[in-house]
């Protein structure tokens, strides 16, 4: 066997194998050049581009297995969704589709079997949180009063407001009940201006409790008077 080096480097070892024996062959060299002769690429090894080819025809349809069987896990899993909360096994359709009730949601929260949100769920903010219950009463002709408002829970009233358009004037007050809640009625002298009720009165509501707003008197034929009462929970 015929080994040419060309180049310099530090020595090597090279072993040499002719089928009866095997010596080592010091040389001192950087790149072999040829063997037996021959130069060139070495017949029968695949190059990088080759293996890499290779390589991916085979992984290629592992990869693709693994996938679709993921996918199928996925799909038919009671829950795929492990770190989300689980809705009673009800999943809306991704293109439209209708949400079945009952639902229940954090506090009290509920919507009913025929879509409409139940008594309990309508319940006031801390009292850290106004909320407003008002009536626009159109065209009146004189005293007049509306039952508005059924207290969910318990309550206290904050203000009472009123706006006129049109007329000359009116007088508004509200009530928990038959209980006047200001002390004197509001007198809307102002058009088109929000106006604030004087001291107030009989302001805590219980649950169950009525919310009425009453016209007491009106002048010069208004167009609309907007009764307004503030209230913030208990």
Request: aromatic content about 4%; overall charge negative; some cysteine.
């Given at each position: ?91 809306l359709p991704v293109a439209g589709g209708t949400l079945t009730g009952p639902i229940s949601g954090p506090g009290g929260f ?125």
């Amino acid at each position: 066997m015929r080994i040419e080096v060309t180049g310099e480097a530090l020595t090597d070892d090279i072993e040499v194998t002719t089928g009866q024996q095997a010596r080592v062959v010091q040389v001192s060299a950087g790149l072999v050049s040829s063997v037996n002769g021959q130069t060139g690429d070495v017949t029968g090894l695949a190059t990088t581009a080759d293996v890499s080819t290779i390589a991916a025809a085979v992984a290629g349809p592992v990869a693709d297995e693994a996938a679709d069987e993921a996918v199928t896990t996925h799909v038919e899993a009671a829950d795929p969704h492990g770190d989300r909360a689980y809705a009673d096994g009800q999943f809306l359709p991704v293109a439209g589709g209708t949400l079945t009730g009952p639902i229940s949601g954090p506090g009290g929260f509920a919507v009913d079997s025929s879509g409409n949100v139940t008594a309990e769920s309508l319940t006031l903010p801390d009292a850290a949180t106004t909320l407003s219950k008002s009536l626009v009463i159109t065209a009146p002709a004189g005293a007049v009063s509306y039952v508005v408002w059924r207290a969910p829970k318990a309550c206290t009233v904050v203000g009472v407001r009123g706006y006129r358009v049109g007329g000359t004037g009116a007088t508004i007050n509200a009530q928990r009940g038959t209980a006047d809640l200001l002390a004197t009625d509001l007198s809307l002298s102002t058009a088109d201006t929000w106006l604030s009720g004087p001291s107030l009165q009989n302001t805590t509501f219980a649950v169950g409790d009525s919310l009425t707003v009453a016209i007491r008197s009106v002048s010069g034929a208004p167009t609309a008077v907007t009764i307004q009462v503030d209230l913030q929970g208990a």
